[in-house]
Nanobody, 115 residues
Framework: VQLQASGGGLVRAGGSLRLSCGLS????????LDWYRQAPGKQREFVAG???????NYAESVKGRFTVSRDNAKNTVYLQMVGLKPEDSADYFC??????????WGQGTQVTVSS
């Protein structure tokens, strides 16, 4: 499974961005898709995830502001982010978890939120 994230950029506080993660390879082995982020000097943290049945879950810090979705026809998972805050600044990574527990990471896309 290969993942390609895009859509990061510089935005002012209160603004919006939509991240995309394109999937390729043995997509049928994917059980769930997640977004993580890592700010400089901090540990990578879970942001949002969506299961094959469409059930989504979110970190408390982004609930009500971020929405994860997937378009199976386009083999793409999205992270819509609104009401961005400076503390949302980080490299964002998409992650696929296979049915056997195998984990696949894409490269990060940088999000910078100015105050």
């Amino acid at each position: 499974v290969q993942l390609q994230a895009s859509g990061g950029g510089l935005v002012r506080a209160g603004g919006s961005l939509r991240l995309s993660c394109g999937l390729s390879g043995d997509i049928g082995r994917i059980n769930g898709l997640d977004w993580y982020r890592q700010a400089p000097g901090k540990q990578r943290e879970f942001v949002a995830g969506i299961a094959n049945d469409g059930v989504a879950n979110y970190a408390e810090s982004v609930k009500g502001r971020f929405t994860v979705s997937r378009d199976n026809a386009k083999n793409t998972v999205y992270l819509q982010m609104v009401g961005l805050k400076p503390e949302d600044s980080a490299d964002y990574f998409c992650n696929a978890v296979g049915w056997l527990g195998d984990v696949h990471w894409g490269q990060g896309t940088q999000v910078t939120v100015s105050s």
